[in-house]
């Protein structure tokens, strides 16, 4: 559930730069596994980085993030900390194509880096290259050396191909290592709800963002698991935790429009592992709409 959004960092947040996608694309993203934004290393799902806590937050940061890096890696390309953080800031402001090519480069000479590994699937999979980012993902950590941020990126990958059963084997394994970390409790949530598993997905979903490491993301797609329910009541009571009354009130009007459609399940998983994003968008797109909550991852 993409935002259904995966959630790929540490805190898999998804991209602490954008927060306002829109229902629609929320409701669309269910397909790829979470609404959550992307960022890197700060990933909702999957985050694979090392210094989170200096992760730029907003557009403005990241393009300042992206001109420093950018001028460090054009002075040496072979730079490997030029090439991730230059990468991880073009793919935070969707740059995704050329933040392919940088960790393509970067790769083929840092060939044993499970961190520039991790950070190159992630980025695979935002070009749509699913199977490739699975292959990259699996290698980027090993048994003795397991990653849970790789791995639920791992699960959101899987899930954008429409593999549920094999992401949820996935998430399983995550949790193991991060006990109730709310970013994969939530990317597990958004598997159990593509999987139809709604009553599983709600109580998943509610014990991460039962913790005080849960974020809006995180939130909101509870909203999409318990309108998918129709119990839009509690959505909304939910959704004004990070909404003014007006805009929860809009969103859950919308979201109640779009799961009453006979064909609701086919216009959230967007057909053929891709997400299809509706023709037209909810008045309640822009600055106060639904954050795209988670993964990536």
Known sequence: ??????????REPARGSRTGLGLAVCLAALALAGCQGRGGL????GSIGRS?????????????????????????????????????ALRSLDQNAQA???????????????????????????????READDVLSRAHSPERPDWRILSAQGTVADQLGE??????IYQSALK???????IMSNYGLSLALSRNLPEAERILSEAVASERADAR??????????????????????RRDQSPAEAAAAIAYLKRSVSQQNSWELLKGGKGRAQAPARQPAVQGAGAMPAAAPPA
């Open 1 to 10: 559930m993409s935002s259904a959004r995966p959630h790929s960092s540490a």
């Open 42 to 45: 700060g990933d909702i799902t």
């Open 52 to 88: 989170q806590a200096s992760q730029p937050r907003t557009a403005s940061d990241w393009q300042a993030d992206r001109e420093t890096w950018a001028k460090r890696y054009d002075a040496n390309p072979k730079d490997r900390d030029a090439a991730f953080y230059y990468a991880r």
């Open 100 to 130: 392919l090519a940088v960790l393509q480069s970067a790769i083929l000479i840092h060939q044993d880096d499970r961190e520039l590994l991790g950070a190159y699937g992630r980025t695979l999979a935002d070009n749509g290259r699913f």
């Open 164 to 169: 549920h059963a094999r992401a949820q084997q």
């Open 177 to 183: 290592l991060a006990p109730n970390e709310p970013t």
């Open 218 to 239: 995180v939130r909101q797609n509870l909203v999409l698991v318990l309108g998918l329910q129709g119990r839009f009541g509690e959505a909304e009571t939910l959704a």
